[in-house]
């Protein structure tokens, strides 16, 4: 299968972040409820708060996730992250690959990338450890426990 990964132009954001939000995994969304945020608005607003973001889509045409890199801790640090549809469980083996191609690229602008995902959520630990991530002890955030990582370059 072919996926087509592509910057997400800035008059796209609002429709798009509806559109992965109608669709979204379902591990994604119980992450989003752990922290209290569920709804398209958190989307979108990952989306804005991003200095490098991008979607996959498949060969038809289909949203499969947005990814992207928020600026924090100044110049050293960027908080990666992704969310998917239901449709990117049908890439694996593809995103994988795709993956550590973006994850080149975030890291060629920082030191490194971090973030945190909810201990429940198997496919998103496994996807970021294929990636290089470095897991921390794990952390209580909203109503969730939640394993924070790091990427290095």
Request: charged letters at 30%; proline letters at 3%; a neutral charge.
């Amino acid at each position: 299968m072919v996926v087509d990964i592509r910057p997400v132009r800035r008059e796209d954001y609002e429709s798009i972040a509806k559109e992965l939000y109608e669709n979204i995994r379902f591990a994604d969304q119980l992450e989003m409820v752990q922290l209290h945020r569920n709804s398209w608005q958190y989307v979108y607003d990952s989306m804005l708060s991003s200095d490098i973001l991008y979607q996959a889509r498949d060969k038809s045409g289909k949203l499969l996730c947005l990814a992207g890199t928020a600026p924090i801790d100044g110049d050293l640090y960027s908080c990666v992250w992704c969310l998917g549809t239901k449709e990117l469980s049908r890439h694996k083996r593809e995103f994988v690959a795709y993956g550590k191609v973006l994850m080149k690229e975030f890291l060629m602008r920082k030191h490194a990338l971090k973030n945190y995902i909810w201990s429940e959520n198997k496919e998103a630990l496994t996807w970021i450890k294929h990636m290089g991530a470095e897991f921390m002890d794990p952390i209580k955030l909203g109503d969730g426990v939640f394993i924070p990582f790091t990427i290095r370059g």
